[in-house]
T-cell receptor
Framework: KQEVTQIPAALSVPEGENLVLNCSFTDSAIYNLQWFRQDPGKGLTSLLLIQSSQREQTSGRLNASLDKSSGRSTLYIAASQPGDSATYLCAVKRGETSGSRLTFGEGTQLTVNP | GAGVSQTPSNKVTEKGKYVELRCDPISGHTALYWYRQSLGQGPEFLIYFQGTGAADDSGLPNDRFFAVRPEGSVSTLKIQRTERGDSAVYLC??????????????FGAGSRLTVL
């Protein structure tokens, strides 16, 4: 059974800092990995999707890397802003023949202080 | 619609009651998913529809949970004889097509269920 772990569970940083969120998964046979953002009382917003054949994806101040063989992904946020405060979730999609479910980690709650 | 719509946004019920949660996906999206998120946890998969049929219902926790999508659009998650442990946020998501492929899911805001 795939298990996804995110470290740290919570993180508080001053505005402007660069930061890294970590995600690890136990079964390296994944199809892709996604990073989501969740704001209180709202649904999940997809930030970045990395296919299993890719090493990283970038969008603005966000960069996600994937090391499939070691079962790890990182989300790098540059020059953090108070508006980045949210819960960040990573999720892996199982192999192509196993349906389309996502397995989520428990999330990292990020607070960026002005 | 422009996004995935879920109703009600909040539902408080008593133990043992029957509850229905509705999801209206993005128009034209054939794939629809239900997830459940308990406090402090990540979402857990419940069921996936491709069109009208449940392609994967292996995440439903027990036979008190049932979901339908009779016309391939709106879906209803039904919970019978609710228990306090059913309290969670129930998230619905849709994508243009399901199965394999890099389709990004669009999630709704969720329905928060509280069972007293």
């Amino acid at each position: 059974k795939q298990e996804v772990t995110q470290i740290p569970a919570a993180l508080s940083v001053p505005e402007g800092e660069n930061l890294v969120l970590n995600c690890s998964f136990t079964d390296s046979a994944i199809y892709n990995l996604q990073w989501f953002r969740q704001d209180p009382g709202k649904g999940l917003t997809s930030l970045l999707l990395i296919q299993s054949s890719q090493r990283e994806q970038t969008s603005g101040r966000l960069n996600a890397s994937l090391d499939k063989s070691s079962g790890r992904s990182t989300l790098y946020i540059a020059a953090s802003q108070p508006g980045d405060s949210a819960t960040y979730l990573c999720a892996v999609k199982r192999g192509e023949t196993s349906g389309s479910r996502l397995t989520f980690g428990e999330g990292t709650q990020l607070t960026v202080n002005p | 619609g422009a996004g995935v719509s879920q109703t009600p946004s909040n539902k408080v019920t008593e133990k043992g009651k029957y509850v229905e949660l509705r999801c209206d996906p993005i128009s034209g999206h054939t794939a629809l998913y239900w997830y459940r998120q308990s406090l402090g946890q990540g979402p857990e998969f419940l069921i996936y529809f491709q069109g009208t049929g449940a392609a994967d219902d292996s995440g439903l926790p027990n036979d008190r949970f049932f979901a339908v999508r009779p016309e391939g659009s709106v879906s209803t998650l039904k919970i019978q004889r609710t228990e306090r442990g059913d309290s969670a946020v129930y998230l619905c998501a849709s994508s243009l097509r399901g199965g394999s492929g890099a389709n990004v899911l669009t999630f709704g805001a969720g329905s928060r269920l509280t069972v007293l």
